[in-house]
């Protein structure tokens, strides 16, 4: 069963930084495509970011040149650098397999970009 662990999130200023780490469990990862989505309050989830195996990226039109996701197959982690936070950033930020997510979602990590 695969499991998905989302840790970084936090409360910052806009303008701000933050790094998402998603540890990966339960599949072998380095042949999957990975994404980060996120929600936020009154709105369905959307993908922000992808990275293929071969780490290919592609991101949403709203965050490219902010947003950097990497990956670090010895350690089965998909990492997201968000740079230059803007209030609309806001959400629930989440991982899954990309671009089909499976059916098991992580709890999710809160993103708060606020002054």
């Given at each position: 069963?695969?499991?998905?662990?989302?840790?970084?999130?936090?409360?910052?200023?806009?303008?701000?930084?933050?790094?998402?780490?998603?540890?990966?469990?339960?599949?072998?990862?380095?042949?999957?495509?990975?994404g980060?989505?996120?929600?936020?309050?009154?709105?369905?989830?959307?993908?922000?970011?992808?990275?293929?195996?071969?780490?290919?990226?592609?991101?949403?039109?709203?965050?490219?040149?902010?947003?950097?996701?990497?990956?670090?197959?010895?350690?089965?982690?998909v990492?997201?650098?968000m740079?230059?936070?803007?209030?609309?950033?806001?959400?629930?930020?989440?991982?899954?397999?990309?671009?089909?997510?499976?059916?098991?979602?992580?709890?999710?990590?809160?993103?708060?970009?606020?002054?």
């Open positions: 069963q695969v499991q998905l662990v989302e840790s970084g999130g936090g409360l910052v200023q806009p303008g701000g930084s933050l790094r998402l780490s998603c540890v990966v469990s339960g599949m072998f990862f380095r042949i999957y495509a990975m980060w989505y996120r929600q936020a309050p009154g709105k369905q989830r959307e993908l922000v970011a992808g990275i293929t195996s071969s780490s290919s990226t592609n991101y949403a039109d709203s965050v490219k040149g902010r947003f950097t996701i990497s990956r670090d197959n010895a350690k089965n982690t990492y997201l650098q740079n230059s936070l803007k209030p609309e950033d806001t959400a629930v930020y989440y991982c899954n397999l990309h671009p089909v997510p499976t059916g098991s979602w992580g709890q999710g990590t809160q993103v708060t970009v606020s002054s």
